[in-house]
């Protein structure tokens, strides 16, 4: 009697699954490698009042896919990823920020890249056996995982080299390395007249043809989503394209469009690669339609680091324009990306709709980081969370609301790059940045954002009390993440704290 009962319940439970697993939106995140905020002809900054407000670059780039999504969803000006690689990847993952999973600097695939103050310990090796990751999770909760593109979630021959090691039923092209060998089919993607060390594996069907990297990634990801869709079980695909990092080769369907500029080969070069990541999201909207469940697809669309646009000096007003910085800096061009959240296609009728209705053509002003995908994808696909995790659900902020959410950012880089050994503090209005080695006043560059967006007015001198709240936040921020930190350079075995 008592087995009977408990078996007609184990029945209930297994159907209310099912029942709940058919109403799971697919998710399909588009993540697009080195693209910064500026780099496309969607308005992310505001006015005073907060309007979209355009800048030259968004009428020099061609995104009418983005435009597209844009439309029909919701936009932040200031969303915010680490200053490279790696470390939004890890973030994306496992929801935490650099200083909490320690991978705090871009994963150099054959040699520990710490720097010589940079922590011993951090995490040259990315996802580790153990690590609770999304799609690990996702996969438990009946979704088909699959990930296209690039990888680089560890070096050459680790766990984490692999995404089919850390949650991922599909996995094609995504490897230890950051960059491809080269973009192109006729070079075998670098097998061929490239660094053959850095070629893009297993698109040997391509090898010979005129195709463009970008191209045979969308083929890829549209045929695996169309796998999925025939077997009826929900998706997450994870789009991630090799474009738009170095080496930047032409994607020769766009060149006509940059002919006649006067920029030099490889702005021209860039510039055909967004247009050519842009293409490939339009095919995969497409895609989505023609198969029927674009109006059950959520696309989070976003950047991993702020922009490497081959243009002018990196820690000036250049290729971010009018940010400040780029890519591997800490300025705001350096970890602003753009971020679009949409339903593949709008029906208001639609029950997972109403679950989240995202307002058309929004643009907030609230903050969001890479770390809140974790928590807001498992929170969208009804999947509890088991982790610690730093991220925030941004459901509320997609529907259009003011969330509860802390206006905060916190970016750790204690090693060498184009700007070295820093983490920056975002609070409210406020940014600081504190310099590890410098000397005196020169550790600190405080600024408010609201009302010097390119960062040139530092006011840690005139503002002394604003400095000592900002240091103090900044340093429990990082104490609260266990944060491994810098090495002095008198000392070695010395580590330098926020002061
Ligand atoms: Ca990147």
Redesign the pocket.
Known sequence: MKSTFFYRFLFTVLLFLQVDASEQPNILVFLV??MGVMDTSVAFLADEKGRPERHPFNDFYRTPNMERLARQGIRFRQFYANS??SPSRVSLMTGQTSARHRSTQFISPTANNAGAYGPKGWQWEGIVPGATTLPALLKEGGYRTIHVGKAHFGPVDSFGSLPENFGFDVNIAGCAYGRPGSYYGKDHFGGKNGNGTRAVPGLEKYHGEEIHLTEVLTLEMNEAISGAVEDEEPFFAYMSHYAV?SPFQSDDRFAAHYEDSDLKAPAKAFATMIEGMDKSLGDILDQLENLGVAESTLVLFLG??GSDGPRGDAHAVSSAAPLRGKKATHYEGGMRVPFIASWAKRNSESKLQKQLAIPNDKLSDQVGTVYDLFPTILSVAGIRQVSRVDGVDLSTMLRGKRSRRLPEFLMHFPHKHRSSYFTSYRLGDWKLVYHYHKIGEERYELFNLEDDLDESDNRASSDPKRLQLMVRAMGKALEEADAQYVTSLEDPSQVLRPE
């Open positions: 490698d080195d490279v690689c990092h991993d680091n």
